[in-house]
């Protein structure tokens, strides 16, 4: 589990295509606190650490990841938005993510907002009706609130230290990123018989 407050900004130092694909990548993490088998999510995904090393640690994708997510675009020299997963007592100052992506979202528009930068984009179906307004959702492993929806279309505001702490400084129209929902939305339509997925 995750809550989408990203802890690192890395870096893709390395891509291995084969059965599956490895990335190496770069971390101010101390392969000291990194176990082996561990989750790390990577600008969203939940991946599993395979290798490491004093400054970078690796990750295979499967071929299911890189069909739902952006790593398949992910090449040398990628930035990539980390969270090493959740502890007991740790703080939970985002909101509850599993690290499963449901879609890619497209940037439709960027604007200036006072020192904020207002990003819309437009939900995938069926996911567009787990999206409401004050919500949350994740973008690249990032927790942000949803400030409004218009049918599928919703805009998020990215403060300052958002841009200062993640990849969102970057991001501009036409943009991918992975969407993950909000889980209690998921559980509640599951309940009332009205799967997203």
Known sequence: MFTGIVTDVGEVRAVERRGDTRFAIATRYPASEIA????????GPCLTVTEKGEGWFAVD???????????AT????TKLNLERALKIGDELGGHLLTGHIDGVVTIETRRVEGDSLRLTFRAP?????????KGAVALDGVSLTVNEVEGAVFGVN??????????LSAARPGD????EIDLIARYLA??????IA
């Open 36 to 43: 082996i088998g561990a989750s790390i999510a990577c600008s």
């Open 125 to 133: 179906a069926p996911y567009d009706r787990a999206i409401t307004s």
């Open 74 to 77: 992910w090449r040398e020299g």
């Open 190 to 195: 599951r309940l009332l018989g009205k799967d």
């Open 158 to 167: 990215i403060i300052p230290h958002t841009q200062r702490e993640t990849t």
């Open 61 to 71: 994708a499967s071929a299911e990841t890189l069909a739902r997510t952006t790593a």
């Open 176 to 179: 991918r990123l992975n969407l």
